[in-house]
């Protein structure tokens, strides 16, 4: 009998590998301008067609030999590196040599390519990681890459795919994160042939991100600068009163390679700790520069994840550094501080000191507390976990949403009286059958939210004005996705039109949000529509806007409520049938009858 091992072909190999390189069609994107940039290209351009169905990325870099054409889709061939040592030295983005075949092993690929020293271009075509053609052509220096038929040799992987306009999002968001820190670099993009990106070459890292990110940026950056043997640390964070509902604006750099690390960002909210709400989230650009031996960028395939070899000295250096600097933008005539103008809310300053304090003490020479893997909670769980057994002993949910809603005891909201508030937060009311103690955010939230839906049923949503519409620009990746939902806002009272380019123009807002800033509102509420969730049905979407909206009209925690506000509160509450819990899913009300109360006292 003949073994059973074989060594499989390259053509296999290639696609297998390329399982891990080429996750999406941004991953196609994001090696391509990751190519070209190490080709020194100083224009970039990215063509799109629907959700990166075809993707030609063409740059103005060194462009490649002809006879190196063939290798350059050869697997492990690399112009970057020579010894498993210079991954350890490398500046640049590439050396594995994997990306092109893996590429090609699942795609059509057509290059066009030249070099200055050359008369003649040459042009190669593979299709499923064979070489189809290959043969001179005139064109510019540079290389062009042209991707089409993505995945069509592996069919099954495109059934992981989302729906075109989440995966465009996903390639505009891999062009984003290039874009901010190669400032030199004059990047276009276009999706089915209209143009969505223009960045041209920025003279620093803060007018880049105006121009990347979008304007609003402009006087809201902090710069943040700090040093410690062998790594450095540059950019700019937020000012802590222009915050975000996502950590999606936290971009960190390792070597100006984006990185996803729970260490990074934990580093860059613990300087904010306490100076901004919670579940909010700072804009940060930054860069750090370590010596290539001091950080292992080869632990994953995509070169997201890094490991370091000195990482307490890297978070302390982050939190010291953006500490400081916040603190120093914050106190007048602090030296050097090149902050621009912007209100200081009153009492933020001693905020900052305080925190500032605390840290210095927490911290102290030498003992920066660390220890073990790190993690950040980037946003609240989507559905709370149901109540346990162990928090319902004291007290049950009112009405529980299933078979015991409609709790038989109790008649409505405004037959209770109102006895205060505890905790800034909880309405204890008395009624015959024992207390009851209602979140007043949950509840207002369950209030509006049902308003909203009702509104929208009836066509009958009652929008507020703005005196001055509100022109915001927005990162590529949300003009697609707030186009969608525009009818939706609208049913709730938003009125939101594009407003060319980058730009939408909000011309009016739900009533019952008046008091809050329409451009927070719609930031807001995109980033809580975060990328993962673009995908989902209209209804879904719907429902995910409102609640955000909702959540943002209600009551807060900690806030006075005046007994008017309360008593107009329960009639609100009595008008909504399934008052059973906030849209969030959390219970709005607990009840504990008297029978309990006895049994807590030991009176039964
Ligand atoms: P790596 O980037 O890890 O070296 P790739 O498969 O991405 O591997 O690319 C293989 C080789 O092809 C590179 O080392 C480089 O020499 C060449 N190459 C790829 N894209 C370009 C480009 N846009 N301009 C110039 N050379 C390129
Ligand atoms: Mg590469």
Same mark, same amino acid.
């Given at each position: ?284 650009? =930054? ?5 290539? %031996?001091? #950080?292992? $960028?080869?632990? +994953?395939? @995509?070169?997201?994840? *890094?490991? !370091? ?117 909880? =309405? ?5 059958? %024992?207390? #009851?103690? $209602?979140?007043? +955010?949950? @509840?207002?939230?369950? *209030?509006? !939210? ?155």
């Amino acid at each position: 009998m003949s073994g059973k091992i074989v060594i499989l072909p390259e053509t296999l190999t290639n696609c297998i590998a390329a399982g891990e390189v080429v996750e999406r069609p941004a991953s196609i994107v994001k090696e391509l301008l990751e190519n070209a940039l190490d080709a020194g290209a100083t224009e970039i351009t990215v063509d799109l067609e629907k959700g990166g169905s075809s993707i030609r990325v063409t740059d103005n870099g060194e462009g490649i030999a002809r006879e190196d054409v063939p290798l350059a889709f050869a697997r492990y061939a690399t112009s970057k590196i020579g010894s498993f040592d210079d991954i350890y030295r490398v500046h640049s983005f590439g050396f594995r040599g994997e990306a092109l075949p893996s590429i090609a092993s699942i795609s059509r690929v057509e290059m066009v390519t030249r070099q200055i020293s050359s008369p003649a271009g040459t042009r190669a075509i593979v299709e499923g990681g064979e070489m189809k053609e290959i043969s001179d052509i005139g064109c510019p220096v540079g290389t062009s890459i042209l991707v089409s038929r993505i995945f069509e040799p592996v069919p099954v992987r495109r059934k992981f795919l989302k729906s075109d306009m989440t995966e465009q999002g996903y390639c505009m968001e891999v062009i984003t994160r290039l874009a901010l820190m190669q400032s030199a670099v004059k990047i276009r993009a276009s999706v089915g042939g209209r143009p969505v990106l223009n960045i041209p070459s920025a003279p620093d890292l803060s007018e880049r991100i105006a121009l990347t990110l979008g304007q609003d940026f402009r006087g809201q950056l902090i710069p943040a600068a700090g040093e410690i043997e062998g790594v450095r640390l540059t950019g700019f964070v937020s000012r802590p009163e222009f915050t975000r509902s996502s950590a999606a604006q936290m971009y960190v750099y390792v070597n100006r390679r984006f990185v996803k690390d729970y260490l990074l960002n934990h580093a860059v909210m613990t300087a904010y700790r306490r100076l901004i709400e919670a579940r909010r989230y700072p804009a940060a650009v =930054l860069g750090l520069e370590v010596a290539p %031996g001091d #950080v292992d $960028v080869n632990v +994953h395939p @995509a070169k997201m994840e *890094v490991r !370091f070899r000195n990482p307490r000295g890297i978070y302390a250096l982050i939190v010291d550094t953006l500490s400081g600097a916040i603190g120093a933008g914050l106190t007048p005539g602090a030296a050097g501080a090149a902050v621009s103008s912007g209100a200081v809310p009153s009492g933020y300053v001693s905020r900052v000191e305080e925190a500032l304090k605390r840290y210095r003490v927490s911290s102290g020479p030498g003992k920066l507390f660390f220890s073990g893997p790190v993690t950040v909670k980037t946003d609240a769980p989507a559905n709370p976990p149901p109540l346990s057994r162990e928090d319902a002993k004291w007290g049950q949910p009112l009405f529980s949403s299933g078979e015991n809603s409609g709790c038989p005891h109790f008649h409505c909201f405004s037959d209770l009286l109102y006895i205060g508030q505890t905790a800034g937060t909880y =309405l204890i009311f008395t009624g015959e059958e %024992g207390m #009851v103690l $209602v979140d007043q +955010h949950a @509840a207002h939230e369950r *209030v509006l !939210f049902e308003k909203l839906r009702r509104q929208a049923q009836n066509d009958k949503a009652v929008g507020q004005r703005l005196l001055l519409p509100e022109v915001v620009s927005l990162p590529p990746r949300d003009i697609a996705f707030l186009t969608e939902a525009l009818p939706i806002l609208e049913e709730a009272g938003m009125e939101v039109e594009p407003f060319g380019g980058d730009s939408v123009v909000i011309r009016a807002i739900p009533d019952f949000l008046s008091h809050t800033e329409a451009r927070t509102l719609l930031l807001d509420l995109l980033a809580e529509c975060g990328e993962a969730d673009r995908d989902m049905p209209l209804q879904e979407k719907r429902e995910k806007i409102f609640t955000a909206l909702a959540c943002h009209g209600a009551i807060k925690a900690n806030r006075n409520m005046t007994g008017p506000e309360v008593s107009g509160l329960c009639r609100e509450l009595d008008a909504i049938s399934h008052a059973a819990t906030c849209p969030h899913g959390r219970p709005l009300a607990v009840s504990i009858s008297v029978a309990e109360l006895e049994k807590m006292f030991r009176r039964k």
